[in-house]
Structure formats: structure tokens, C-alpha cells
């Protein structure tokens, strides 16, 4: 048992309902946190990335990715590492010592929906990663966390490229 410390009244809280995937499309991300985990099998090891869109319709939305660093796999670790490597590349720092030195600055996602397979619902998946339009060094940004208990709006983003104005959200 658990107490809720004087009570929860359901009326004062929308209900959450869940996320569906963002929309196929190049969107600008920072990663906000990385880690280090055991593979589900215990075998080998993978790097988790948390990324928020940080511009447009689904500014605040979390994306992840996993990278394979080190798994038994040398296939799986070969992907990891050219994935790691467009990361670096897209955010200036070529060389980190740990995934921290990756967060908070700005990079493009390219963004895909794809169907899972254990349980046939869609998905995003992160297919590669770009720099941003023009940057030529590695600039940090600040992403405050959404506020507690606001769950981000279920819209259609429009993907770089194709705002109404037809140009990405920073090049107003």
C-alpha cells in the first residue's frame, strides 16, 4: 500500500493518454540524458540516449535511441559506432570521453515510424542524425523539463522543411 499523502482527486487532473509517434521528418534535438545498461539478455552492453525536440508543434516530445557499443555482435557494434560517430560529428565534439559531453547541444533527428514487432504497435525510430543548418561549433543550450504533470500536446509537428513559411522553425 501506498499513501497519497492526504488524497488525489482525479477530477483536478486530465487523464494521460498516451503518445503517439511523431510524424516522419528531420527534427532539431538535444540529448538531454545518456546511460550505460546491460543488454536485456546480460551479454553485452548498450548506451541509452534520451533526446527532447527542442522546436516546433512537438517541442518537449523525448525520443530515444540505443547504441550497441559493446555487444557480441560485431555488427551491432559496428552500426553503434558509425551512429556515435554522426552524433559526435553533427554536435562538434569528436572526441568525448563520456556521453555527457554530447548533451544539450543542438543536432538533427531523422525521425521514422516504424510497426514493433513484439507487440504491433508504431513507433519512432531515429534513422541518422545531421548537424544543424550552419552551426560551425558546438553550442550548449538549456532545456527545462515540462512542467510536473503537463503532458506535451498530441499534434502533427511540421517536419524541417516544411513549415508554412517553408523554412525550419530557427531560420526565421
Excluded at 501506498?2 to 503518445?19: K, M, Q, R, T, Y
Excluded at 519512432?124 to 545531421?130: L, T
Excluded at 538549456?142 to 509537428?157: C, D, F, I, K, M
Amino acid at each position: 500500500m501506498a499513501s497519497l499523502d492526504g488524497g488525489f482527486n482525479a477530477n483536478d487532473v486530465e487523464p494521460f493518454v498516451g503518445f503517439d509517434p511523431i510524424p516522419v521528418g528531420d527534427y532539431l534535438v538535444v540529448i538531454t540524458n545518456s546511460e550505460r545498461q546491460e543488454t536485456k539478455a546480460g551479454d553485452s552492453q548498450l548506451v541509452t540516449l534520451e533526446l527532447q525536440v527542442i522546436d516546433g508543434p512537438h517541442k518537449g516530445r523525448t525520443l530515444f535511441d540505443r547504441l550497441n557499443l559493446w555487444n557480441k555482435s560485431q555488427k551491432a557494434t559496428e552500426i553503434a559506432r558509425a551512429t556515435l560517430s554522426a552524433i559526435c560529428r553533427a554536435v562538434g565534439v569528436m572526441q568525448p570521453r563520456d556521453t555527457c559531453e554530447l548533451h544539450n547541444i543542438p543536432l538533427i533527428a531523422s525521425v521514422k515510424v516504424e510497426k514493433r514487432e513484439d507487440n504491433g504497435k508504431y513507433t519512432n525510430r531515429i534513422s541518422a542524425y545531421k548537424p544543424r543548418h550552419g552551426a560551425t561549433q558546438a553550442q550548449s543550450v538549456n532545456v527545462a523539463p515540462p512542467p510536473t504533470g503537463v503532458t506535451p500536446p498530441l499534434q502533427s509537428a511540421y517536419p524541417i522543411g516544411s513549415s508554412p513559411n517553408g523554412k525550419a522553425p530557427w531560420q526565421r
